[in-house]
């Protein structure tokens, strides 16, 4: 058996970088509290709980300390808030994510009606959306094109959606609503890091019998590399850890393909390698002795 990694996968450098200013703010003031979950990872939030980073509801109710913010940003009035009842902001949002409020922002004063292409209920489209005020709406995949949006629209996409859906979706826009259309203006504010990772999980689905995919499972970047996989007619797993990995899956695979999301860290992935190889042994012996 073997098993193959892709070629880039696990923590971005967004993550990385506010997992780094978190921490070090941790050790400065002895301990912080984070506007929910930093990444969408429970090994990697017992692992900052540890070492003073704690997780707070928004708005932070009862908090004394510092407030931060994670890589998915907040709208203008949560930072407002997080300023009023902290004493100090240590902002993490992403310099992606940052781009893409400043597009929602902009296009919205413009006069422009904002459609965010990505998942309503996502923390960093939420956060997007309340940058462009009262005049934008977050469409999902599977949601179909409205029949009453305005006539001069900005289209912006959550910034972990696939390229190619992301097309698609402008594509659909444009080929039902462009008889009332008057202006439509695309801005790409998709992450060049998690396309790179969606790119290696591909082309690597299409070499293996067998995908595993490493992430929480609320994690959006994890959930759209299992979909991508699962698109290239792989069979394709999600675990959160090593402990989930079930040995029939395992089972007449000649190369495993492993990759994981963004926001997972790589003793994670290395957990899951390590379990590969175990079962692995184990269907071997197991073969042997009969
Ligand atoms: S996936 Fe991209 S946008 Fe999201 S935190 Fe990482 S670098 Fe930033």
């Known amino acids: 058996m073997e098993i193959v990694l892709a070629r880039d996968m696990g923590f971005c450098w967004g993550v990385r970088r506010a997992i780094d200013i978190m921490e070090k703010a941790a050790a400065d003031k ?30 932070p109710d009862g908090v004394v300390g510092p407030v931060a913010i994670t890589a998915h940003g907040v709208g ?24 893409s409020q400043r597009w929602a922002k902009k296009m919205a004063a413009a006069g422009f009606t904002v459609v ?9 489209v939420k956060g997007v959306l309340a940058w462009a005020g009262s005049n934008a ?5 599977g949601d179909g094109i409205p029949d009453d949006l305005p006539a001069r629209l900005a289209v912006i996409s959550q910034t972990t959606q696939s390229p190619e859906r992301f097309a698609l979706f402008v594509s659909e ?20 890091a998690t396309s790179s990772q969606q790119a290696a999980s591909r082309e690597l689905a299409q070499e293996v019998d067998l995908m595993l995919v490493v992430g929480g499972r609320s994690s959006a970047n994890t959930r759209h590399l299992l979909e991508i996989c699962r698109e290239e007619g792989t069979p ?55």
């Not at 990697?44 to 708005?59: A, C, F, N, Q």
């Not at 709406?137 to 995949?141: F, K, P, Q, W």
């Not at 008057?182 to 998709?190: A, G, Q, S």
């Not at 990759?259 to 071997?284: D, M, N, Y």
């Open 30 to 59: 002895g301990e912080i509290s984070s506007l929910g979950p930093i990444v969408h990872n429970p090994q990697v939030v017992r692992d900052l709980e540890g070492k003073g980073v704690h997780i707070t509801s928004e708005p």
């Open 116 to 124: 965010v292409f990505g998942d309503p209920k996502h923390r960093e």
């Open 236 to 290: 394709a797993y999600q675990i959160e850890s090593a402990e989930e990995l079930r040995g029939e899956w395992l089972q007449g695979c000649q190369r495993v393909g492993v990759t994981a999301g963004a926001s997972t860290p790589e003793f994670a992935v290395e957990a899951v390698v390590r379990r590969v190889k175990e079962i692995t042994q184990e269907l071997t012996g197991a073969a042997s002795a009969n």
């Open 173 to 192: 826009l444009i080929q039902k609503r462009l008889g009332e259309i008057n202006e439509l203006r695309v801005i790409n504010t998709l992450c060049d």
């Open 76 to 99: 203008p009035q949560m930072l407002e808030e997080a300023r009023a009842r902290s004493t100090e902001v240590v902002d993490t949002t992403c310099p992606i994510v940052t781009r």
């Open 137 to 141: 709406v977050a469409l999902g995949d």
